[in-house]
């Protein structure tokens, strides 16, 4: 399990590098609309899910997954399998959402200052480094992003 959980910090990392600090190469622009690299990422949390989910059955837990209270979420999430999983889906997410900071950034021609500090916090922070790129798009642009953007 933890080759598993170095594999998927590993696994992230050339995608998150070039697209702070090679954003003009076509590999990064390439890999950042890749279904197949975020497919995988978004698959390794499926595996992660599976195997905690197995985990729980087979302890003889009497245990129900709840993710309708604080209480199911927090047992959950404190085994070694549940951690992992929980650690997959948190990387899965922030990568496509870095993702779409990335694209965004381009179409709106978006400083350094506003494109690496988005990225960074959405790879460390996840909502955070969204904030920041949603703030810095509302002043710039006098509005709300759309939707559809």
């Keep these: 399990m933890e080759t598993f959980f170095k594999y998927l910090n590993t ?10 600090f090679a954003p003009n190469h076509s590999l990064t622009e390439r890999a950042s609309r ?3 690299v975020l497919g995988i990422a978004a ?5 992660a899910i599976i ?14 997954l709840d993710i309708m209270s ?3 979420v927090r047992s ?5 399998q549940g951690a992992l999983a929980g650690w997959a889906h948190m990387l899965a997410l922030d990568l496509f959402t870095g993702a779409w900071i990335f ?12 494109r690496i500090p988005a990225l960074a916090f959405t790879l460390m922070t996840g909502p955070f480094g969204l904030m920041i790129f949603l703030l810095w798009y509302g002043r710039s642009f006098g509005e709300a992003l759309p939707i559809d953007a």
Excluded at 11 to 20: G, R, S, T, V, Y
Excluded at 43 to 47: D, E, P
């Design 51 to 64: 195997n905690a989910v197995r985990q729980d059955q087979s302890s003889g837990s009497e245990a129900k």
């Design 43 to 47: 698959a390794h949390y499926v595996l």
């Design 34 to 36: 890749s279904s197949s």
């Design 76 to 80: 959950g999430l404190s085994s070694p």
């Design 103 to 114: 694209r965004q950034c381009h179409r709106f021609n978006a400083p350094t200052w506003v």
């Design 11 to 20: 696994f992230p990392m050339p995608l998150w590098l070039a697209m702070m």
């Design 70 to 72: 604080l209480e199911g």
